[in-house]
């Protein structure tokens, strides 16, 4: 998994905690690693310190002891959120430090090269470290390997795939804890469930188990902590201003004011690590040079937020977040009203990357900050007016790297922030009037925004030639330099994620209509009505079936199952047997438009037909037949079928008429017979536009 080990360069500057800070956990921790502890965990709310807690201490028995590390993260780009690349990614660390591991590794894939590959996590684990350290000992004595995983619940399943994760280690540990030398110490939020089924697997072991909240908390101990973290950071900050005005301060920031926001921050060291970023004013793309009197107004405003959030209890947000929840808006203010729309977008589209992003198959290609803009219809300066404006709270790629880097969050609590309505809804940015600005992503509306994005992508790149795409048409809104074949490259790349991706979108979250669907895993839905539907299908009904991944019948389905009643009046035409297809009417339309396509499951293919019915008319079908046949081996069974009434399917075969355009109406026949791997083949023809009412079933 790139990224996720100790040293990766994409966590670069990483979370470590600062010295002299968090001495008595992290002491703590090395104890238990050393004792009889087997399984670690540490958790708390986000924003208290646990990845920095967990570097630190990866860090300190890392020198004497074999150690793997794993730093999982929801909000990196690329994600490390794949629970199926979890134990290989740790495995790989394991056998670099161990020649004895790496021994049997290298003799398994020699005998079977996919031996761990497109397992499940339960067989990975068994292939990678129950067999080798349980059953065949490649590790004797008493030494202790120590392996760490950050984030564990923020694995794509969240709470599903960490309780797997957890599963398999509890009946490692206690089968095999005598025999093996792992300790195992996992970093997550708090999970009150899963706290009190731990505690029960280990009722009879306790000495194997061993947790630790790392609370939030005004405490003694968070205070000195968070305060020798300031003092550390702020002559940072001054050093970068060689030329102070005269009227800077030599104490600056007096060392009051400095305990005044260690006690406000209530442990979170996310406020502070966040509020000297602020203040800093830096900004890492642009490397705009910046006045020491602008950081020295931002700590003076912070001073002020403070004292009036003391004052005005009623103003500031509910919860453990508040003060927090305050300077998040503070900064999200930093944003004009008029950009707010293109900042939510891009947060919007990074957040969602895993579900909007289709990649080609085998392509290691990702979309960057540059495709984010080109698929939402911004302009490079659009993007980092507003990305630079929130430098403190997350970082972003330089153009340089925009090709294939995207927006990445150091924590996750700013994203939490912008995706919870009751924190980030209704934000006051007036203490005396109570004015409120609303900093909410809505997740299902920015889905909805990139669906309709890519509806406008095909939409242009139609304008040339209305039967075809031409991606050559495709607007390009930020293209990475004036080189010809970049731009091209990228336009086809543009086209393609746009012509796979508004119909993917729109199978597995357009059910919004549909009461008796329920939501998808990821709790993503499409929120789009009729009008908007049937409006989208007219602006791309020229290339309504294109696409090598069409799929055809889950569209077909679709449309009669989890659509308004608007919308299949609107779009289903007639529906008939086969035997009552008008071979001749069928003929008529291939010869005015001669294309066909074949599809089975979510695989399409292009059949040409123009040399077929080239010089025919509509009277000669019987002539047609036979040269359909020899054009394609897979249009024998529609012709087949056509002729004799019966196909190879035993399911009937239907008709169906497809479309919201007279001139651009198909006809899905099938299913017509079932492929290799037991999927139903259909066909997709151009069709007459003359039809009765009366046909339809």
């Known amino acids: 998994m790139p990224g996720a080990d100790l040293d990766s360069d994409a966590r670069d500057p990483p979370p470590r905690c600062c010295e002299d800070t968090r001495s008595r956990i992290c002491a703590d921790l090395q104890d238990q690693v050393n004792d009889k502890a087997r399984l670690i965990w540490v958790h708390g709310q986000a924003g208290v310190g646990k990845s920095a807690i967990m570097r630190t201490l990866a860090e300190m028995v890392s020198p004497k002891t074999p150690c793997a590390t794993l730093f999982l993260s929801h909000y990196s780009w690329p994600p490390r959120d794949d629970l199926e690349k979890v134990f ?113 697997k280990f009722q009879d072991h306790a000495a194997k188990f061993w947790e630790r909240e790392i609370t939030i908390s005004s405490d003694d101990d968070a205070i000195r902590d968070i305060l020798q973290y300031l003092r550390t950071e702020f002559p940072k900050i001054q050093k970068k201003y060689s030329n102070p005005p005269p009227n800077h301060p030599s104490n600056w920031p007096s060392e009051g004011d400095l305990l005044k926001v260690a006690k406000a921050s ?47 209890p009623t103003i500031v947000p509910q919860g453990a977040f508040g003060l927090l929840d305050k300077l998040y808006t503070q900064i999200m203010a930093d944003i004009p009203e008029e950009k707010l729309p293109a900042a939510k977008s891009l947060l919007g589209f990074f957040r969602l990357v895993d579900v909007v992003i289709i990649q080609r198959s085998l392509s290691k290609e990702r979309v960057g900050l540059i495709g984010a803009c080109n698929i939402l219809g911004l302009l490079q300066d659009e993007a980092y007016d507003t990305l630079l404006k929130l430098h403190c709270v997350l970082t972003c790629p330089s153009p340089k790297t925009a090709q294939v880097g995207g927006i990445q969050f150091p924590d996750a609590s700013f994203p939490d922030f912008l995706l919870d309505y009751s924190r980030s809804g209704n934000c006051y940015m007036d203490w005396d009037n109570a004015l409120t600005r609303n900093y909410h992503v809505d997740l299902d509306k920015e889905l909805t925004n990139i669906w309709q994005c890519y509806i406008e992508i095909i939409k242009g790149s139609c304008r040339s030639n209305l039967n075809l795409m031409n991606h050559g048409e495709v607007d390009i809104h930020w293209a990475p330099d004036d080189d010809d074949t970049l731009r091209d490259r990228l336009q086809k790349e543009l086209l393609w994620r746009a012509q796979h991706g508004w119909v993917s979108l729109l199978m597995e979250y357009g059910h919004s209509q549909c009461a008796s669907c329920p939501r998808p895993a990821n709790g993503r839905r499409l929120d789009i009505d009729a009008t908007t539907l049937v409006k989208a299908f007219q602006d791309i009904h020229p290339v309504l079936f294109s696409g090598d991944k069409f799929p055809v019948e889950r569209f077909v389905d679709w449309l009669d199952n989890h659509t308004p009643k608007a919308v299949r009046d609107s779009m289903i035409s007639q529906r008939f047997p086969l035997n009552e297809l008008d071979t001749e009417r069928l003929f008529r339309s291939l010869c005015a438009r ?62 169906t008429v497809v479309g919201v355009e007279q001139s651009g109406l198909y006809a899905v026949i099938g299913p017509i017979a079932k492929s290799d791997y037991y999927r139903k083949a259909f066909y997709v023809f151009p069709y007459s536009a003359e039809y009765s009412k009366d046909r339809i079933m």
């Open 88 to 200: 290989p990614t740790l495995a790989y660390s394991l056998a670099a430090a161990n020649g004895g591991y790496r021994k049997y590794i290298e003799e398994r894939i020699s005998l079977d090269p996919t031996f761990f590959l497109e397992k499940s996590p339960e067989q990975q684990f068994n292939q990678l470290f129950l067999i080798p350290f349980a059953n065949r000992r490649v590790q004797t004595g008493l030494q202790r390997w120590v392996v760490l995983v950050d984030g564990l619940d923020e694995c794509k399943n969240k709470g599903d795939d960490q309780r797997r994760i957890v599963d398999l280690l509890c009946n490692f540990i206690l089968k095999h804890s005598e025999d093996t030398p792992f300790v195992w110490v996992i970093a997550s939020r708090t999970d009150g469930d899963l706290l009190f089924e731990l505690k029960e």
């Open 266 to 312: 209530s442990g979170l060291f996310v406020f502070a690590s966040t509020l000297t970023k602020y203040i800093s004013a830096d900004h890492p793309v642009s490397h705009q040079s910046t006045p020491i009197d602008k950081p020295v107004s931002r700590f003076s405003s912070i001073l002020t937020l403070i004292d009036k959030c003391m004052h005005r």
């Open 594 to 655: 001669p294309w066909c396509r074949y599809a089975t499951g979510a695989y399409v293919q292009d059949i040409n037909i123009a040399a077929a019915v080239k010089g025919l008319d509509v009277s000669q079908w019987s002539h047609a037949k036979e040269a359909l046949w020899t054009t394609s081996g897979s249009l024998s069974n529609l012709v087949m079928a056509v002729e004799t009434g019966k196909t190879k399917c035993r399911q009937p075969c239907t008709v």
